[in-house]
């Protein structure tokens, strides 16, 4: 079912393997040129734009693009109470994973009488986005808010796409999170007039600082038209996982987790890397007799018959790290022999999940780790969500007369270096004046 690419005998660039590894092909620039109208609409008028653009893209007529309180507290009464549970646990976990990473101003003493604090202060307001679409995402809920409540985030709004099927408003499942978490500022508009609401405000919202959360290309397009008047986390793509395997993986439980990223989007990319022929045969048999059992089998297998899927045979392992730190992929699996030695030499993944016991679904869920990651390669710079992505670190400057007084003729070298004398001019005066006294 996976189509095959054999690098084994090839000494190849990581600059080869890039444009040789499976990935899918995304056009955000074209739907950046679809998206533009929206934005400008949405800046220029406001509810009523997002009002009409949701009745023309969505067929739903809205009358108020807000979630009336009731509607969440009826969303939470009714919720499935495993599935309450479920949640609920999931947000424990998150909270304790990402109250560790938040932080705490440091001072340093730089020289007698001068110092320099780091202050970490968190942004004002978020806009949050949880996609619709194929699936139902109320762990994505989970996934954004956390981190901007932990990092102290003041003002936190959320949208989804409103579900015609349920009155217009997103998901009762989404609205059932939100309310879990204590969010009551809850909005059903999707799509790129979602970020456009979110980055010029309108007369029913303020307008955000960052904007955080998955989305598809028409999303991505519009955070990356409007990046610079928001922050935003990172442009997201199609789903991917990669298996990076040798002969002592199970082929069903690759094969699994294979489906489970091919299950999102018939775009999602499934790779496998291995140096076992043995196992990429397994693998494809255990495809073969698992994918037309699944509830999303059209679906899962366009994906995994997709140009961005594929099995990859490696030499051997080292061979293997090389062409997954190439893929850098959202999502990695180890799964050899010693995983955890693998796993640590690995530098490009959004998310890398160690050994059989900790498979992708573990941390789209349960694992306390955020799902929120990057994904086309983006992981080779850039990370998944966190409190980080909510804070912004701060310098704050603090020296006594002394203190600059035995730094001038270090400030008054450089600015002269630079011939910007009224740099050093601007530290001089200020002695001047005290001599002349």
């Not at 969440?72 to 919720?79: K, P, S």
């Not at 998150?94 to 320099?116: C, E, K």
């Not at 640590?344 to 959004?350: C, I, M, Q, T």
Request: aromatic share 4%; charged share 20%.
């Amino acid at each position: 079912m996976l189509r095959r690419l054999d690098l084994r005998g090839q000494s190849l660039t990581t600059a080869q393997l890039r444009r040789l590894v499976p990935r899918a092909e995304v056009d955000v620039e074209r739907a950046t040129r679809a998206v533009m109208p929206i934005l400008e609409d949405v800046e220029a008028r406001g509810v009523a734009a997002l009002i009409e653009i949701t009745g023309r893209l969505d067929g739903v007529q809205l009358t108020d693009i807000r979630v009336p309180a009731e509607a969440m507290t009826e969303a939470l009464d009714g919720l499935d109470p495993a599935v309450r549970e479920a949640l609920e646990e999931s947000i424990r976990r998150a909270q304790i994973v990402h109250a560790d990473q938040a932080r705490t101003d440091v001072t340093t003493q730089v020289v007698p009488g001068g110092t320099v604090t780091e202050r970490w202060i968190p942004v004002e307001r978020v806009g949050l986005y949880v996609p619709g679409g194929l699936a139902v995402y109320p762990s994505s809920v989970v996934m954004n808010v956390v981190p901007a409540q932990v990092a102290g985030v003041g003002s936190i709004a959320v949208t989804s796409p409103p579900q015609p099927e349920f009155g217009g408003l997103p998901h009762p499942t989404i609205l059932a999170a939100c309310a879990l978490l204590g969010i009551d500022e809850v909005y059903a508009v999707g799509g790129a007039q979602a970020i456009a609401m979110f980055a010029y405000g309108t007369e029913a919202s303020e307008p955000v600082d960052v904007v955080t959360g998955p989305g598809n290309i028409y999303v991505t397009a519009a955070k990356r038209q409007l990046r610079g008047l928001i922050g935003i986390d990172s442009e997201a793509g199609p789903t991917e996982i990669a298996v990076l395997a040798d002969d002592t993986a199970d082929a069903d439980n690759v094969a699994a987790d294979l489906i489970s990223q091919a299950e999102h989007d018939p775009m999602a990319g499934s790779v496998l890397v291995t140096p076992s022929e043995e196992l990429a045969a397994a693998v494809d048999a255990a495809l073969a007799r698992l994918v037309p059992q699944a509830k999303h089998a059209e679906r899962i297998e366009v994906a995994l018959r997709g140009s961005q899927s594929g099995t990859v045979l490696v030499d051997d392992i080292e061979q293997g790290l090389k062409v997954v730190d190439a893929y850098a992929a959202e999502h990695l699996e180890i799964q050899t022999a010693d995983a955890p030695a693998v796993a640590a030499r690995v530098r490009n993944a959004g998310c890398i999940f160690v050994g059989a016991y900790s498979p992708v679904s573990l941390g789209d869920y349960c694992a306390g780790s955020n799902h929120v990651l990057p994904t086309g390669g983006f992981a080779r710079h850039s990370s998944g969500l966190s409190v980080q992505s909510f804070l912004r670190g701060v310098h704050v400057v603090d020296y006594d007369e002394q203190a600059l007084a035995d730094t001038e003729p270090y400030v008054t070298a450089l600015a002269d270096a630079e011939d910007l004398p009224a740099h050093g001019a601007a530290v001089r005066i200020r002695f001047e004046a005290r001599d002349e006294r």
